[in-house]
């Protein structure tokens, strides 16, 4: 009884009983899936022993690093104490308090409330009908349109799946559903034409303009948008784009929402991508760094203006999760805060290791089959192309990216690919040795399209 599966019996189990998300069922039941056993820092060991260095921190989350004993034993102290009780109807607990305060203090003057949800789609769905309810309570309950962006990600629930922009995801269960519009992305290489990545910027924000102008001021609600693109293939905008978003939003009087699920937490070197782009977000969904993929947390940040209206006018908001503010999971996530704080992480992107991945990150753009290399702190997008002095892409560039990534994997690196884009986001711990390595394996992975 209880004995441990042999790796084929797992195998052979996960076939035949496991439906896995975002993988080609018929696909991996033919070749079998791969099985990862355990971690330590940055590097991840699949059930045949071999050893990855871990480009991507799990998916885009595990950014302290794995083998955090501290996160652990936070986790088990809480267990112990209270493993679980809940914030609905007048309670709550000391960790989700706590935890809601720390965030808080890294996410400007404006930003001071949050509310608790278990992952980034469900913050996505909480902001949606916050969002709503907000312009209801001020009078305006026309307003209810959300505009978001081709190729945007915000989640896999019903209105995640729909304000993303995702045609393969819409294609899937008749979305998106009603309300929901989508604009163009700022994607210079791709889009950009004969403009320079700063007009192409500025066009690109005032496509949100014509947007709202042709719903109607009064029936709009709010725009959504990550401040970098992150699953749509690391889409880092033109520094023109961001202000004039901000601006469009605050001139027409509609809700800026920035989808800090990746951005957020440091990642950009900064606490929250918003402030790395200056702007003030009314709303801004959290998940993953938050507590760094070692627990399941996600929440929304609330600004005053939405707060007020929220607390003062609405009252009663019937939302929530049975796991709302999970104390075990708000543990875990205030000593990730803590190691992130204590290690100067954010900093340390900023400062240092960011830089240093930029320059390898960047050298890779005197490849041949690279248009262009750009990056933010330690998040970074590589456009592969056909013919660079045209920005010619490839014909098929699924099968480009596929190619790149899976001589990562054989040669001992996790990377994914976005179509011909190839995108990085490793933990926050990496070393200069790690990044080295990282640019060199990808760099020989890339010849094989030379
Ligand atoms: N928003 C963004 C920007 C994301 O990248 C993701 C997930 O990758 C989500 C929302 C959804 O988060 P989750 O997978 O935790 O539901």
Not at 102 to 108: E, L, N, T, V, Y
Not at 297 to 324: P, Q
Request: proline share 5%.
């Amino acid at each position: 009884m209880n004995e441990k599966p042999t790796i084929s019996n797992l195998a052979a189990i996960d076939a035949a009983h496991h439906i896995h998300p975002f993988s080609d069922m018929k696909e991996l039941n033919a070749k079998g899936t791969r099985i990862i056993e355990r971690a330590e820092g940055r590097h991840i060991w699949d059930s045949t022993g071999k050893k990855y260095l871990d480009g991507f921190a799990g998916l885009w989350c595990v950014n302290v690093g794995y083998g955090r004993k501290s996160i652990a034993d936070a986790a088990y102290r809480q267990m112990q104490e209270l493993p679980y009780y809940n914030s609905f109807f007048g309670t709550t607990t000391p960790p989700a308090i706590l935890l809601a305060q720390k965030i808080a203090s890294h996410a400007g003057p404006h930003m001071n409330r949050v509310f608790f949800t278990n992952s980034g789609s469900e913050a996505t769905d909480t902001w949606f009908r916050m969002a709503r309810v907000y312009w209801k309570a001020l009078g305006m309950p026309e307003k209810t349109l959300v505009i978001a962006r081709r190729n945007g990600y915000h989640g896999s629930t019903v209105a995640g799946a729909s304000l993303g922009g995702m045609k393969l995801m819409h294609e899937q269960g008749n979305l998106p559903i009603d309300g929901i519009h989508h604009i163009g992305q700022p994607y210079w290489y791709a889009e950009g034409g004969d403009l320079s990545p700063e007009e192409f910027g500025l066009q690109a924000a005032r496509e949100l303009e014509a947007k709202i102008d042709e719903l109607g001021e009064d029936k709009v609600a709010a725009f959504v948008a990550e401040p970098i693109q992150g699953a749509g293939g690391v889409i880092i905008p033109p520094d023109t784009y961001w202000p004039e978003i901000s601006r469009i939003c605050k001139a027409r009087n509609i809700l800026l929402v920035s989808d800090e699920v990746i951005c957020g937490f440091g990642r950009l070197g900064s606490w929250f991508g918003y402030q790395h782009y200056g702007f003030e977000p009314d709303l801004a969904p959290i998940a993953k760094g938050l507590s760094s993929g070692y627990l399941p947390i996600g929440g929304v940040l609330v600004s005053d203006r939405v707060a007020d209206v929220m607390v003062n006018e609405v009252g009663d908001f019937f939302h929530g999760y049975t796991y709302s503010g999970h104390p075990v999971a708000a543990a875990a996530a205030l000593e990730n805060l803590r190691i992130i704080e204590d290690e100067g992480l954010v900093e340390r992107i900023r400062d240092d290791i960011g830089p240093y991945f930029a320059k390898g990150w960047k050298s890779l753009e005197a490849h041949p089959v690279v248009g262009q290399a750009d990056c933010v702190g330690l998040i970074g997008g590589l456009q592969l192309a056909a013919d660079k002095a045209t920005r010619r892409r490839y014909a098929k560039p699924d099968d480009i990216g596929s190619l790149v990534r899976n001589h990562c994997l054989e040669n001992g690196l996790i990377m994914r690919a976005t179509a011909d884009r190839m995108l990085a986001s490793p933990a926050f711990t990496i070393t200069r040795g790690e990044v080295d390595e990282m640019v060199g394996t990808l760099s020989k992975a890339l010849d094989h399209l030379a």
